[in-house]
């Protein structure tokens, strides 16, 4: 099965079993705007808790924040979204569809990292283990004739959009050659900006009206607070400000499900320390991050860092935490030294003084700023792809499977009476009933069990009590577990002990170090 094949497969499952919907989906949906549905939103939140508690709870340096959507207009001056928050665009004339410019040049990239990737498998089949992976990326001519474009397109990219040369963008995508994804026409427009925001009218009388913006980043929202945080907490430089909220951006390509939304949710951290320090915060920043998402269970191979060559207008150094998707690998979190820039340019706007007396230097300065930006609706689409399977079991018997972290999933334990008489449903309930205060659970008692695990396994339930007829004469029941479908007999006094053991996100987090 192809890659493209797999996420179609991850979409649909992921509407029919409750997890995401189009939005509106009655009037044909709204273009990259979606609802979570009963399971999907439960996943969303744990993502958010395991985030907000890996950030807030873990840290004594990091304190939380839930600012507004709506900021005054002055914001977005300042932080340079309203001159600067564009992306290049580019229409075909004859399909008459849209495309990001940019995306275009990096997607054709990508063409020449899968042959790569292709040839690097094709000499691991051929070398066995005596394979030298290093080596072989260093002198097959195949690699490097490939490596070599994308050097050239890379370079190619920096020189123009580096610079903002929209007509030497249009040139390289003429000189590489790039078609229409879909109906291959090369019959392009100029390049033309378009900036992201989305904007509306405070107040209810037209002509009083002022135009604001829905946020495009959370980050300002914490940006323009951190005099009331540092006033009213006990924090001192270096110290932190954690988010979790809505953002919006009108994106111009808006593809691939849930990766690349028009409203979508942010996890971001703004970390101010004293300017000349931001380096090592930096680096132990990025540290941190990809511990969070080695302990979230994403496999090392799918997990790179990826070096911005551009940077942002605010930025000194920038990295992308990279995941790869079915659709190759993407960015899921940003990890950003933003200078003193966003706190200098609102001193500059508002005329308030946004500094820091740091008695140990006995002076007054901006602090500097290390970001950290992830995408809840990313990492819900990373747990996703990464937890679903389907698998053979032997006999013409398969099942499809979300391996969740068990600390995540939806539902964390079920409970079945193997059939419904003999007192069996009562006697399930009342195991319900005592885990339903600890854990998210849920009880069923229709259809076989088999078809019952199937339909736990199809959402992620890490587990399944069964209550059988031994239940009642030796007070025990059966515990199965989804990956390895193994089933052990435990006393029902022990269940909730037990189940805690295996799904509690403290264990998780223990394991962040
Ligand atoms: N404050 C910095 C900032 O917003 P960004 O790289 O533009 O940086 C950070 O965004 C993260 O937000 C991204 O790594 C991604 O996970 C998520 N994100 C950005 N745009 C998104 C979109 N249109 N849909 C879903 N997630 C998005």
Redesign the pocket.
């Known amino acids: 099965m192809s890659d493209q094949d797999s996420f179609k497969k991850i979409i649909a499952h992921a509407k029919e079993y409750g997890f995401v919907f189009p939005s509106s989906e009655i009037y044909d949906g709204l273009g990259a705007v979606y609802d979570y549905g009963p399971n999907g939103s439960v996943l969303k939140r744990n993502i958010k808790d395991y985030w907000w508690r890996a950030m807030v709870q873990l840290h004594t340096d990091i304190v939380g924040l839930d600012a507004a959507i709506f900021m005054h207009p002055k914001t977005w001056k300042a932080s340079g979204h309203v001159d600067a928050f564009n992306d290049p665009l580019i229409d075909n004339k004859d399909s008459k569809k849209r495309y990001r410019a940019d995306v275009l040049v990096e997607d054709h990239m990508e063409k020449y990292r899968t042959k790569i990737e292709k040839e690097v498998a094709k000499g691991r089949k051929r070398f066995g283990e005596s394979f030298d992976e290093a080596q072989f990326l260093a002198t097959n001519p195949n690699v490097k004739r490939n490596q070599d474009k994308i050097n050239e397109i890379t370079t190619g990219l920096q020189n123009t959009l580096g610079k903002g040369d929209l007509a030497g963008l249009r040139q390289l995508i003429e000189d590489l050659g790039i078609a229409d994804p879909e109906t291959g026409s090369k019959d392009w427009t100029d390049v033309r900006q378009f900036n992201l925001m989305f904007d509306t009218k405070l107040g209810s009388v037209a002509g009083d009206a002022a135009t604001i913006y829905l946020r495009p980043?959370t980050?300002q929202g914490i940006f323009v607070n951190f005099l009331n945080v540092l006033n009213t907490s006990r924090q001192r430089v270096p110290f932190g400000i954690a988010q979790i909220g809505k953002a919006f951006?009108n994106?111009i390509v808006a593809r691939q499900f849930i990766?690349?939304?028009r409203e979508?949710e942010?996890m971001?951290m703004q970390f101010f320390v004293r300017p000349g320090t931001q380096k090592e915060w930096y680096e132990t920043w990025k540290e941190r991050r990809m511990n969070w998402h080695r302990v979230l269970g994403f496999r090392e191979s799918d997990l790179r860092w990826h070096n911005h060559d551009n940077l942002a207008h605010y930025a000194d150094a920038a990295v992308?935490v990279e995941y790869r998707f079915p659709f190759g690998f993407k960015?899921?979190?940003?990890i950003?030294s933003r200078t003193d820039f966003d706190l200098g340019r609102h001193q500059e706007l508002s005329g308030k003084k946004l500094q820091y007396f740091d008695p140990e230097l006995d002076k007054s300065y901006v602090p500097y700023v290390v970001?950290t930006?992830?995408?809840c609706?990313?990492t819900f689409l990373a747990v996703l792809c990464h937890a679903f399977e389907e698998e053979d079991l032997g006999d013409g018997k398969s099942r499809t499977v979300l391996k969740i972290p068990p600390a995540l999933a939806p539902t964390q334990v079920a409970v079945f009476p193997l059939v419904r008489k003999d007192g069996l449903p009562k006697a399930a309930l009342k195991v319900f009933n005592d885990l339903r205060f600890e854990f998210s659970c849920a009880y069923e008692e229709k259809d076989s069990i088999g078809k019952r695990y199937r339909r736990q396994d199809a959402i992620g339930t890490p587990y399944c009590i069964t209550v059988d007829h031994d239940t009642l004469s030796d007070n025990t029941v059966t515990i199965r577990e989804r990956d390895a479908m193994t089933q052990e007999r435990i006393p029902v006094d022990r269940v909730r002990e037990i189940v805690r053991e295996r799904v509690d996100m403290n264990r998780l987090l223990e394991r962040m170090g």
């Open positions: 980043e980050a951006r994106e990766f690349r939304m979508f942010q971001e992308d960015e899921l979190e940003g950003h970001e930006s992830i995408g609706d990313r």
